[in-house]
């Protein structure tokens, strides 16, 4: 793990003039895994928006390209936060290496001495998992490196933040996915990862309630992410320009808005009643009342969407599929009550007059 840039102190995070508002997170720190574009990059902005100072971590640096040959670099992420006013540290970390990780934690709160938010957003966008076929028809020659940069990434980051966060009794995980429903992706690797993210997050959530901590999973709408961008052949200037190849596209967010959900997350004080639950930054929108960078509040949950391009076999698949996750999703609340009710009840905890 290497150290590439720390443009800011801590004060530049806390500083506001005088008689203005407190930012929420101020005196917090997060670790963004995957900060180097996208969702993730968008969330380390907000979160240092709304006061927290960042470690900006991935595998693209300066002169260091990660596997996808994209541009953007966690040095670029760490500079747009402190040219803002933000306090950012951007660091150089593999997280499908698991000392590395744990290096990276021991020096956050070496430093810190603390950590309160993690948000995994790694390999989000990685081109291994890009196949879009039947899964009998999927390249299964790259399936375990995808699973374990996109999926066994998160493991092992979720694993080493932690334990920090229980031994203060506080903090929130943040699982980065796709979709607010079960399905996801255009092949069986992809569509493995999302639902696993989705899984993670929901399995955490029981093991860290009794310590305090939160983990939830958060999807990001129709994401005008820079591969998007450049897809439409658009600035984030000039994005509205999109919607003449797809209307769908003036529905879009940037990643600033998914950010500013989790950011808002972070400093809602009742964030372990949302614990485990599958969120989305257009419910979360609604609900704070958030705004994206344009001043817009985008709602792809109500957008009414053109499927005018999608092949009436695609969207028959979509049909059954959705019918098919209904039945599944009954019964499993049908089985899992039957469960519940099975359990023993919980002990109540002897007083301490009654110990004695």
Not at 80 to 99: N, P, Q, W
Request: aromatic share 6%; charged share 30%; glycine share 8%.
């Amino acid at each position: 793990m290497r150290k590439r840039t720390e443009q800011a102190p801590d004060a530049v995070a806390s500083r506001t003039r005088r008689g203005a508002r407190k930012k929420p997170l101020t005196g917090r720190v997060a670790v963004v895994a995957g900060a180097t574009r996208g969702a993730g990059r968008g969330i380390a902005r907000a979160l240092a928006e709304a006061g927290a100072t960042v470690y900006c971590t991935g595998r693209s640096v300066r002169g260091n390209r990660s596997p996808y040959n994209r541009p953007e670099t966690v040095d670029e992420t760490a500079e747009m936060i402190t040219s803002a006013g933000g306090s950012a540290v951007a660091l150089r970390v593999d997280h499908t290496v698991e000392r590395e990780v744990e290096e990276l934690f021991a020096r956050v709160v070496r430093e810190r001495g603390r950590l309160d938010i993690l948000v995994n957003s790694i390999a989000g966008e990685d081109p291994l998992m890009a196949q879009w076929c039947s899964f009998w028809k999927t390249d299964l020659k790259n399936a375990e490196a995808a699973l374990r940069q996109s999926l066994v990434s998160h493991i092992i980051t979720a694993k080493h933040a932690a334990p920090y966060m229980i031994r203060d009794r506080s903090g929130l995980i943040v699982e980065v996915t796709e979709n607010d429903i079960l399905s996801a992706g255009g092949n069986p690797i992809t569509q493995a990862v999302k639902f696993g993210l989705k899984g993670l997050a929901l399995n955490m959530a029981a093991e860290l309630r009794p310590h305090g901590v939160a983990a939830v999973a958060i999807t990001p709408g129709f994401l005008r992410s820079e591969t998007m961008l450049e897809r439409f052949g658009v600035s984030e200037k000039t994005w509205r320009e999109g919607g003449k190849k797809d209307k769908n596209f003036l529905e879009s967010e940037s990643p600033l808005f998914v950010g500013r959900a989790v950011a808002a997350l972070a400093a809602d004080p009742a964030i372990l009643e949302r614990s485990g639950q599958l969120l989305s930054s257009w419910q979360l929108g609604r609900e704070y009342r958030l705004a994206d960078a344009d001043g817009r509040r985008p709602d792809w949950g109500a957008a009414n969407i053109d499927f005018s391009r999608h092949p009436e076999e695609l969207l028959q698949l979509l049909r059954t599929g959705s019918q098919i996750q209904l039945r599944w999703l009954s019964e499993l609340t049908r089985r899992t009550k039957h469960f519940l009710g099975r359990l023993p009840e919980q002990k109540r905890r002897r007083t301490a007059r009654a110990r004695s």
